[in-house]
T-cell receptor, first 114, second 114 residues
Framework: TQLLEQSPQFLSIQEGENLTVYCNSS?????LQWYRQEPGEGPVLLVT?????EVKKLKRLTFQFGDARKDSSLHITAAQPGDTGLYLC??????????????FGQGTTLQVKP | NAGVMQNPRHLVRRRGQEARLRCSPM?????VYWYRQLPEEGLKFMVY????????ESGMPKERFSAEFPKEGPSILRIQQVVRGDSAAYFC????????????FGPGTRLLVL
């Protein structure tokens, strides 16, 4: 069974600081998605990474996919209070029935204090 | 282009009643997924549907839960004879054809069973 581990579980920082959160798998990812979820809302897709070693940037967010496609990181530069939320990584599982269900990690709860 | 729509946003039921949760996918999306988020737990896959077909229901409890995605109208997740343990946030996601890993989530329905 695929297992996604995210670390740290909780992170509380001051506005302007940098941070990195991690997502690790027990086996190779086919593709990896990062989502952000705010309280009372659904997850919002941030990025999909597919190729080992891939780096994608979204404003102050940098997503990296490990060369072996078993780990990924999300780095936020100069964090702002608006970055506060639950950051989730997820893998799309493709089985014999070609199902695309997502397996989610437990998430990293980020709090950015003004 | 409207996103994934879910209603109701909040639903209160007494034990033994039925709960019906509705999901309208994004325009052009033919794949619908239901996930459940229990308090203090991560998002868990329940069921994957295409129009008039259940593709994967491996995450759905065997009893009391059912899902459909008719040719016309929204997808429905139905919970019969609700119990307190069914209290959770239920999220629907949709994806375009052949892009199952790219799932866009709705705002969720928060079910509270008294």
């Amino acid at each position: 069974t695929q297992l996604l581990e995210q670390s740290p579980q909780f992170l509380s920082i001051q506005e302007g600081e940098n941070l990195t959160v991690y997502c690790n798998s027990s086996s190779v990812f086919s593709s990896l998605q990062w989502y952000r979820q705010e309280p009372g809302e659904g997850p919002v897709l941030l990025v999909t990474v597919v190729t080992g070693g891939e780096v994608k940037k979204l404003k102050r967010l940098t997503f990296q996919f490990g060369d072996a496609r078993k780990d990924s990181s999300l780095h936020i530069t100069a964090a702002q209070p608006g970055d506060t939320g639950l950051y989730l990584c997820a893998e799309s599982i493709h089985g014999s029935s070609n199902t695309g269900k997502l397996i989610f990690g437990q998430g990293t709860t980020l709090q950015v204090k003004p | 282009n409207a996103g994934v729509m879910q209603n109701p946003r909040h639903l209160v039921r007494r034990r033994g009643q039925e709960a019906r949760l509705r999901c309208s996918p994004m325009k052009g999306h033919s794949h619908v997924y239901w996930y459940r988020q229990l308090p203090e737990e991560g998002l868990k896959f329940m069921v994957y549907l295409q129009k008039e077909n259940i593709i994967d229901e491996s995450g759905m409890p065997k009893e009391r839960f059912s899902a459909e995605f008719p040719k016309e109208g929204p997808s429905i997740l139905r919970i019969q004879q609700v119990v307190r343990g069914d209290s959770a946030a239920y999220f629907c996601a949709s994806s375009p054809p052949a892009r199952e890993e790219t799932q866009y989530f709705g705002p969720g329905t928060r079910l509270l069973v008294l």
